[in-house]
């Protein structure tokens, strides 16, 4: 990531539904903000982050069973190209 610098970076951080949805959207922010700190303690530079937190509003499996919990508490990172670097690749 350091040395592709045309790509931004989203991370967003996810939880279960157990707890408050308050503490949930927190603890998701804090998980993306964990991720976002090693990024930039390894040199990726901040303004090309976004972090998010999602809380528990977009699973990926049930949260009725202790294994699609532990599928729905994770981090995502998303990599994007920036537009003005697309637009000139696809020669706009």
């Known amino acids: 990531l350091v040395n592709n610098p045309d790509i931004n970076i989203t991370v967003e951080g996810h939880t279960d539904t157990d707890g408050e949805a308050d503490f ?4 998701s922010v804090g998980r993306a903000t964990a991720v976002v700190k090693v990024l930039t303690a390894n ?3 901040p303004e090309r982050i976004i972090a998010s937190g999602r809380g528990e509003f977009f699973p990926v499996a049930s949260n009725n069973t202790s294994a699609g919990k532990a599928q729905n508490r ?3 990172i998303i990599l994007t190209p920036r537009l003005d670097v697309l637009y000139d690749l696809l020669g706009n």
């Open 24 to 27: 949930n959207w927190d603890l």
């Open 43 to 45: 040199g990726v530079a």
């Open 74 to 76: 994770r981090t995502e």
